[in-house]
């Protein structure tokens, strides 16, 4: 139990956008503070702090709260545990007995496994400074790279004796579980039951979670045995997911923020030599490739990546695609070459800070440009590598879903290549038509079922204001779920997917109808011009679209969230969707239908019987409609949304 007057001290000295801030980069809009969610994945920012509220609100996946809630959602902690967390922040005194074995145990096992990070964070540091081996091992080693006392302990680094079960043994001792231990990777247990330490003989960096909490370790042998890895890092687990963290960026956050520029680079020791030098927006990917969970992470921050290369050409060239990622992801990324022979690591070691960004002044540049140069040299005169090589260029500038920023690229990229700037406007058009015409075709998809009957031309603009809402609030309040997946069945296996907004706005544009209700058709006409640009359809666009009519339609709609009909039976929403979707559709369809048949059989009976032409034609349109009619009446099983 805490107090209840420390409990208020706490919730008094927490300021919401402090606390926010150090996950969120917030941007002031007006009175409060918007970003992007750290709670759901979003491209358009709708997370809002308002510091005079002391509140936050998420208008996107509708959560909220004061800074405990935050802390407790977020880092996955109890309303105590969020006040303690809260309490070190502040500098406020919280006084708790020491934790038995028995409530170690009691915790749950995300929780626990922490604890154990935790006390092996503490245990490696003191061998370091404690133990002979550790000073005569570990320290020489971190001070023969040049690393100070102040930068040890600010990494929290530290060294696992090269004995068999030492660490084990002492964690057991001190009343930590086995199970534990071995679920944190820092236990290896045999089929015997004996075990050894993970990380024995090894020079430990922890891994730190945004939070400042330790989730993972890496481990450097310092032996020169080739059969050996020289590094190794904590397996997945619980609290530790390799492809969704990066090496830093718990020391790094508040620096990218306050430059608005992240550096990457690729080991730990680049890490820490930089944040020596005085250079601390920088993080590392450890040695493996960027993943979209990492370039997010960043995003959080900045939208703005150097990378850092060293002269190792192979090297670099294994890692270009994976930068396509980042493209992707709207971040503005510049390469930096070092000179050869140098790495992050040692070039900042051998230069001040401000000799080491003075260098990436004057040498950073573009990635396309980079990239362009690099595979042009390897290209030379060779016209098949050549051709090669402007293809790959091209993906590389058809993934920037910025219009501006791609038409700027392929301006550079053809002066670079000495090619035609149409040439590579109709590449890029034509790459990224591709895939769009790869996620809404759907004729390998086995949903055949699911597509209605193609209407004439004849029926269009036929009023249906009913079903032409139902579908505009399909669009708004599911438009970027997945509706269907599927398995492509060439030799590059890939899942292709339709999402609810996808599939409405093919079936629509197929039968060339419009919307007659006219803010509706703008809706759906901008829907269509998003997707076509590949860009986000998240329903915020249209509660804060400019044209007024388009907003107060859409927080009409999204204020009356559509409800799981009782003729659905017990479904959750993506079984929902794959039948109400298409559904919705038949049902506008028919109504349309329905409208035209009656207006065919006015005319008819308005005709004289000599005019046997016009009789004619429209006995065969009505045989057409009825024919169609029929067939959507058996798809619908008079099911009426």
Same mark, same amino acid.
């Given at each position: 139990?805490? =107090?209840?007057h420390?409990?208020?001290?706490?919730i008094?000295?927490?300021?919401i956008?402090?606390?926010?801030?150090?996950?969120?980069?917030?941007?002031?809009?007006g009175? %409060?503070y #918007?970003?992007?969610?750290?709670?759901?994945?979003?491209?358009?920012?709708?997370?809002?702090?308002s510091p005079?509220?002391?509140?936050?609100? @998420?208008f996107? @996946?509708?959560?909220?709260? %004061?800074?405990?809630?935050?802390?407790?959602?977020?880092?996955?902690?109890?309303?105590v545990d969020?006040l *303690?967390f809260?309490?070190?922040?502040y500098?406020?005194?919280?006084?708790?007995?020491?934790?038995?074995?028995?409530?170690?145990?009691q915790?749950?096992?995300r929780?626990?496994?922490?604890?154990?990070n935790?006390?092996?964070?503490?245990?490696?540091?003191?061998?370091l400074h404690?133990?002979?081996?550790g000073k005569?091992i570990g320290?020489?080693?971190?001070?023969?790279?040049?690393?100070? %006392? $102040?930068t040890?302990?600010?990494f929290q680094?530290?060294? @696992?004796l090269?004995?068999?079960?030492a660490?084990?043994?002492s964690?057991?001792?001190?009343g930590y579980?086995?199970?534990n231990?071995?679920?944190?990777?820092?236990? &290896?247990?045999?089929?015997d039951?004996s075990?050894?330490?993970?990380?024995m003989g090894?020079?430990m960096f922890?891994i730190?979670?945004?939070?400042?909490?330790?989730?993972?370790?890496g481990?450097r042998? #310092?032996?020169? =045995?080739?059969?050996i890895a020289?590094?190794l890092?904590?397996p997945?687990?619980e609290?530790?997911?390799?492809s969704e963290i990066?090496?830093?960026?718990y020391?790094a *956050?508040?620096?990218?923020? +306050?430059e608005?520029?992240?550096?990457?680079v690729e080991?730990y020791t680049d890490v820490?030599?930089?944040?020596?030098a005085?250079?601390?927006n920088?993080v590392?990917s450890?040695g493996?490739?960027?993943?979209?969970?990492q370039?997010?992470?960043?995003?959080r921050?900045? /939208?703005?990546?150097?990378?850092l290369y060293?002269?190792?050409?192979?090297g670099?060239?294994a890692?270009?695609?994976?930068?396509?990622?980042?493209?992707e992801?709207g971040?503005?990324?510049k390469?930096?070459?070092l /000179?050869e022979?140098?790495?992050p690591?040692?070039?900042s070691?051998?230069?001040?800070?401000?000799?080491?960004?003075?260098y990436?002044? *004057?040498?950073?540049?573009?990635?396309? *440009?980079? !990239?362009?140069?690099?595979l042009?040299?390897?290209a030379?005169?060779?016209p098949i590598?050549?051709?090669?090589l402007? $293809?790959d260029i091209?993906r590389?500038?058809?993934?920037?879903p910025?219009?501006i920023t791609?038409?700027?690229?392929i301006?550079?990229c053809?002066r670079i290549m000495?090619?035609?700037e149409?040439?590579?406007?109709?590449?890029v058009?034509?790459q990224?038509?591709?895939?769009f015409?790869?996620?809404i075709?759907r004729?390998?998809?086995e949903i055949?079922?699911?597509?209605? /009957?193609?209407?004439?031309?004849?029926?269009s603009?036929?009023? @249906?204001e009913?079903?032409?809402?139902e579908? &505009?609030?399909?669009l708004?309040?599911?438009g970027?779920?997945?509706l269907f997946?599927?398995?492509?069945?060439?030799?590059?296996? +890939?899942e292709i997917?339709?999402?609810v907004a996808q599939?409405?706005?093919?079936e629509i544009?197929n =039968?060339?109808?419009e919307?007659q209700?006219?803010v509706?058709?703008?809706i759906f006409?901008?829907f269509?011009k998003l997707?076509?640009?590949?860009?986000?359809?998240?329903?915020?666009?249209?509660?804060?679209?400019?044209?007024?009519?388009i907003?107060?339609?859409?927080v009409d709609?999204?204020?009356?969230?559509? !409800? #799981?009909s009782?003729?659905?039976g017990?479904?959750?929403?993506?079984?929902?969707?794959?039948?109400?979707? /298409?559904?919705?559709?038949?049902?506008y369809?028919?109504?349309?239908?329905?409208?035209?048949i !009656?207006?065919?059989?006015d005319?008819l009976?308005?005709?004289?019987?000599?005019?046997?032409?016009d009789i %004619?034609d429209i006995l065969?349109k009505l045989?057409?409609l009825?024919?169609?009619?029929?067939?959507?009446?058996?798809?619908l099983?008079?099911?009426?949304?």
């Open positions: 139990m805490i =107090d209840q420390v409990v208020d001290r706490i008094a000295a927490s300021d956008l402090e606390v926010v801030q150090d996950y969120v980069t917030m941007r002031k809009r009175v %409060n #918007l970003g992007n969610c750290p709670f759901h994945n979003e491209k358009t920012p709708s997370f809002t702090v005079s509220k002391g509140i936050f609100k @998420c996107g @996946c509708g959560k909220g709260g %004061n800074a405990v809630n935050f802390i407790m959602e977020h880092e996955h902690l109890g309303y969020a *303690k809260l309490a070190k922040k500098n406020i005194e919280v006084i708790e007995k020491e934790a038995t074995p028995e409530e170690i145990e915790k749950n096992e929780e626990s496994l922490m604890v154990v935790a006390y092996a964070q503490r245990y490696f540091s003191d061998m404690k133990h002979s081996d005569n320290l020489a080693y971190f001070k023969e790279r040049g690393f100070h %006392n $102040n040890i302990e600010k680094l530290g060294y @696992c090269e004995q068999r079960d660490f084990t043994h964690a057991i001792h001190d579980k086995l199970d231990l071995v679920k944190t990777g820092l236990t &290896i247990q045999r089929e039951g075990t050894f330490d993970r990380f090894r020079v922890p730190h979670s945004l939070s400042g909490r330790v989730i993972g370790f481990g042998t #310092l032996k020169t =045995d080739k059969k020289k590094y890092n904590s997945e687990s609290v530790y997911h390799k990066l090496y830093g960026i020391q *956050k508040k620096t990218i923020t +306050q608005n520029k992240c550096f990457l080991g820490i030599s930089m944040h020596q005085g250079i601390e920088v590392a450890s493996t490739s960027l993943t979209h969970d370039i997010k992470l960043i995003k921050f900045t /939208p703005n990546v150097t990378i060293d002269g190792d050409a192979a670099i060239k890692s270009l695609r994976g930068i396509d990622l980042v493209l992801e971040l503005n990324v390469v930096v070459l /000179p022979g140098e790495d690591d040692s070039f070691r051998s230069h001040s800070s401000t000799e080491l960004l003075d990436v002044d *004057k040498n950073e540049t573009d990635f396309i *440009k980079f !990239k362009a140069k690099l042009l040299d390897e030379k005169n060779d590598q050549r051709a090669n402007i $293809n091209v590389s500038i058809s993934v920037i910025e219009t791609r038409s700027i690229y301006k550079e053809s000495d090619i035609q149409d040439v590579l406007y109709t590449e058009t034509n990224r038509k591709k895939k015409e790869q996620l075709q004729e390998s998809f055949r079922e699911k597509e209605t /009957p193609r209407l004439p031309s004849y029926v603009g036929i009023f @249906c009913e079903q032409e809402r579908i &505009i609030a399909f708004l309040n599911s970027e779920q997945v997946h599927h398995k492509t069945d060439d030799f590059e296996e +890939q997917t339709i999402t599939y409405i706005i093919d544009l =039968d060339e109808l919307f209700n006219l509706y058709k703008k006409d901008e269509g997707l076509t640009e590949n860009k986000t359809t998240d329903n915020r666009h249209f509660i804060n679209h400019q044209d007024t009519q907003s107060q339609l859409a709609i999204l204020s009356s969230r559509y !409800k #799981l009782r003729i659905w017990d479904q959750n929403e993506e079984d929902f969707l794959q039948r109400a979707v /298409p559904k919705a559709i038949q049902v369809k028919s109504k349309i239908l329905k409208t035209a !009656k207006r065919l059989m005319d009976a308005n005709l004289k019987s000599e005019q046997k032409d %004619n065969s045989n057409q009825n024919d169609l009619m029929n067939r959507m009446s058996k798809d099983d008079r099911v009426i949304l």
